[in-house]
């Protein structure tokens, strides 16, 4: 009995450290790593409708760190991390949803973007999205095994505890100057320069899943049935993630785009990954660029949209 007793105190206090953990450790970590994913999306949602633009930037995470909206005219990002083309086709549906007048859209373009299909932020974005976008990952929910289920066990252990101990205590004596920041209008600013190329590791595929081409064209088709200019953007790449994909891959992706600007004459494509103006020390990573990139790739986006527009 009294190690019953033992059992059920401990469980009480364990589930209470869990739970200050959770509620409070929050605070301490955006000292040091900056908001967190739910504070990020729920932000940029709330934003998306508040502030006044004509054009909405969606994508991953490299247009969610490499375009500065500030920098272009009358913009919001609303890229985030892992977002992909049903994130995309979803997150215009839900703008033109609640009334959001859009002129143009710019759509991160990269050679992995028809590779996957993310569910890593569905608990956020289900509160936002129709009824119809989990209907895409109904499969993958009903694939419990036992070991899925450790796996989603042992991913919820390493988010919330093992990746978040360390900058928690950090966070309690000062803050990261150099911590990432998210601007009102939806930027994901990202410090620091790249290491030595070597050591930068790459993993993405180039494959073609169905499911993203098909979101590709709902979104393609949503954007012309509402008078939407689109500008398909491959941001400037290091030359390690550009070696990283073969000549038949990237032609592949390449010729996607080509195939849809054959389609709709309000399609442009603007293709940035070998642009040698831009170099290692404009990155943060191997894929991203860093705050100082991001502002000079946003200027040099901007001088080319307008002069397709102008042209028009």
């Known amino acids: 009995m009294l190690f019953l007793k ?24 955006e000292k040091v790593k900056g908001p967190d994913t739910r504070t990020q999306i729920t932000q940029s949602f709330e934003n998306a409708l508040l502030i006044p633009y004509n054009t909405v930037i969606v994508g991953s995470s490299k247009a969610y760190r490499g375009i500065e909206p500030d920098l272009l005219d009358s913009a919001y990002n609303f890229a985030h991390d892992n977002d992909i083309f049903n994130q995309h086709y979803y997150k215009l549906q839900y703008l033109l949803r609640h009334k959001k007048r859009i002129d143009n859209i710019i759509i991160g373009y990269d050679y992995f973007s028809f590779s996957y299909i993310s569910s890593s932020r569905n608990s956020i974005y289900k509160n936002y999205f129709d009824d119809d976008y989990l209907k895409d990952y109904q499969l993958a929910l009903a694939d419990l095994r ?4 450790d796996k989603t066990f042992n991913d919820f252990m390493t988010i919330t505890f093992t990746n978040t101990f360390k900058p928690f205590i950090t966070g309690f004596f000062g803050k990261d100057a150099n911590r990432p920041q998210l601007t009102a209008k939806g930027h994901y600013k990202r410090f620091g320069i790249a290491a030595d190329a070597g050591a930068l590791l790459v993993h993405d595929s180039a494959n073609v899943l169905a499911v993203q081409l098909n979101y590709f064209y709902k979104l393609l088709q949503l954007c012309n049935i509402n008078n939407i200019r689109m500008f398909l953007v491959m941001l400037p790449t290091t030359a390690f993630e550009n070696n990283h994909y073969t000549g038949a891959e990237k032609q592949r992706i390449d010729s996607i785009a080509a195939d849809a600007c054959t389609r709709y004459t309000d399609l442009h494509y603007l293709r940035y990954a070998t642009d040698s103006s831009f170099a290692l020390t404009d990155f943060e990573d191997a894929m991203h660029l860093n705050v100082s990139g991001a502002a000079k790739f946003s200027r040099r986006l901007k001088d080319d949209i307008n002069k397709i527009i102008l042209k028009k």
């Open 6 to 29: 033992k059992i059920i105190l401990f469980s009480a206090i364990a589930a209470f450290v869990l739970w200050a953990y959770l509620q409070f450790a929050a605070v301490s970590i």
């Open 146 to 149: 036992p070991g899925r289920l």
